[in-house]
């Protein structure tokens, strides 16, 4: 009876523990399975790998991502192991990137240092700060934030507002709170969620909230066919009074809406190269002999130069 107990208790424990030994893997597997992104990552791909490294439930990918974005990821040629080790030369000493055991040294030729540019280095360094904001060290939330401030794309609003729900340092919350509303100015997806973020500063003329406020005032010039409907617009501008016909017939060209525009001295040769019999194209000219001054051409006076023009 004992024995039967014994055994159905195994057997329990086995259904239950199963599941997570077959979810469980090693931060290294991972990483040879994504050993070519890795070894040469791409700004268009690094986010995917990050994704990929997370979903795949691995211990240490936050602290892999750091020393990857610091360029302390090293990759043994011989068999395509990966260790950490110090951004340096000659003999590096190796640490197990699953056990942070130190496992040797070995010289850099047999080596591949993995150095991901700076545009990689950029989109690491943003995923990282989503799990320095809930680190269990006040410290490294505060590093976080710092990031944030100087500098935070839309992609961080979210992982921001999940961790205001759990911080417990007072001014940390107050700080986290602040920077969201801020991002929220710039990056909420809807109009009343951004106008209300801009009511939570009223009265309040701190520096980060003029610099939130400040791209909602700027304007930019554009032009369309038909005027959008999905735009802000500011007002419209009328040709010869708003906004001078050359510069307005520029703008039009660059947006394809009209030909380029032809520079007077273009025209000018194009009318004396097609000039026959005193027309153009069936159009009568009309001859001037203008005299070049001997300040502005440096020419005597006695110098002529004859000129087309189209009459009126």
Same mark, same amino acid.
């Given at each position: 009876?004992?024995?039967?107990?014994?055994?159905?208790?195994?057997?329990?424990?086995?259904?239950?523990?199963?599941?997570?030994?077959?979810?469980?893997?090693?931060?290294?597997?991972? !990483?040879?399975?994504?050993?070519?992104?890795?070894?040469?990552?791409?700004?268009?791909?690094?986010?995917?790998?990050?994704?990929?490294?997370?979903?795949?439930?691995?211990?240490?990918?936050?602290?892999?991502?750091?020393?990857?974005? *610091?360029?302390?990821?090293?990759?043994?040629?011989?068999?395509?192991?990966?260790?950490?080790?110090?951004?340096?030369?000659?003999?590096?000493?190796?640490?197990?990137?699953?056990?942070?055991?130190?496992?040797?040294?070995?010289?850099?030729?047999?080596?591949?240092?993995?150095?991901?540019?700076?545009?990689?280095?950029?989109?690491?360094?943003?995923?990282?700060?989503?799990?320095?904001?809930?680190?269990?060290?006040?410290?490294?939330?505060?590093?976080?934030?710092?990031?944030?401030?100087?500098?935070?794309?839309?992609?961080?609003?979210?992982? !921001?507002?999940?961790?205001?729900?759990?911080?417990?340092?007072?001014?940390?919350?107050?700080?986290?709170?602040?920077?969201?509303?801020?991002?929220?100015?710039?990056?909420?997806?809807?109009?009343?969620?951004?106008?209300?973020?801009?009511?939570?500063?009223?009265?309040?003329?701190?520096? *980060?909230?003029?610099?939130?406020?400040?791209?909602?005032?700027?304007?930019?010039?554009?032009?369309?066919?038909?005027?959008?409907? *999905?735009?802000?617009?500011?007002?419209?501008?009328?040709?010869? *009074?708003?906004?001078?016909?050359?510069?307005?017939?520029?703008?039009?060209?660059?947006?394809?809406?009209?030909?380029?525009?032809?520079?007077?001295?273009?025209?000018?040769?194009?009318?004396?190269?097609?000039?026959?019999?005193?027309?153009?194209?069936?159009?009568? !000219?009309?001859?001037?002999?203008?005299?070049?001054?001997?300040?502005?051409?440096?020419?005597?006076?006695?110098?002529?130069?004859?000129?087309?023009?189209?009459?009126?």
């Amino acid at each position: 009876m004992r024995f039967l107990i014994f055994c159905l208790l195994s057997a329990c424990f086995m259904i239950v523990a199963a599941p997570t030994k077959a979810t469980t893997q090693g931060l290294q597997t991972v !990483l040879k399975e994504n050993s070519k992104d890795i070894e040469k990552p791409s700004r268009r791909k690094v986010a995917v790998v990050i994704d990929t490294l997370f979903a795949s439930g691995a211990d240490g990918v936050p602290a892999f991502l750091k020393r990857w974005r *610091d360029k302390e990821v090293w990759l043994r040629k011989e068999d395509g192991v990966f260790f950490f080790g110090p951004d340096a030369r000659g003999d590096i000493e190796l640490t197990d990137i699953d056990t942070g055991q130190t496992v040797g040294s070995a010289s850099s030729r047999d080596l591949k240092q993995v150095k991901p540019n700076s545009g990689v280095r950029a989109v690491i360094g943003a995923a990282l700060v989503r799990f320095q904001l809930s680190d269990s060290d006040p410290t490294v939330r505060a590093t976080a934030l710092d990031t944030l401030e100087r500098d935070a794309d839309a992609t961080q609003l979210q992982p !921001l507002r999940s961790s205001i729900e759990t911080e417990t340092d007072p001014d940390l919350k107050a700080r986290k709170e602040r920077l969201e509303r801020l991002l929220t100015i710039s990056f909420g997806e809807t109009a009343p969620e951004r106008i209300e973020a801009i009511r939570y500063f009223e009265d309040d003329l701190g520096i *980060d909230v003029r610099a939130a406020l400040n791209p909602l005032l700027a304007t930019t010039r554009a032009v369309a066919a038909d005027l959008p409907s *999905d735009t802000n617009i500011a007002r419209t501008l009328r040709v010869g *009074d708003d906004i001078e016909r050359h510069a307005a017939h520029v703008q039009l060209a660059e947006a394809g809406l009209a030909p380029a525009p032809i520079e007077v001295s273009d025209r000018n040769a194009a009318l004396a190269e097609n000039a026959s019999d005193g027309q153009v194209a069936g159009i009568a !000219l009309s001859w001037r002999l203008i005299f070049f001054s001997k300040a502005t051409c440096r020419v005597s006076a006695r110098w002529l130069l004859m000129c087309a023009s189209v009459p009126g």
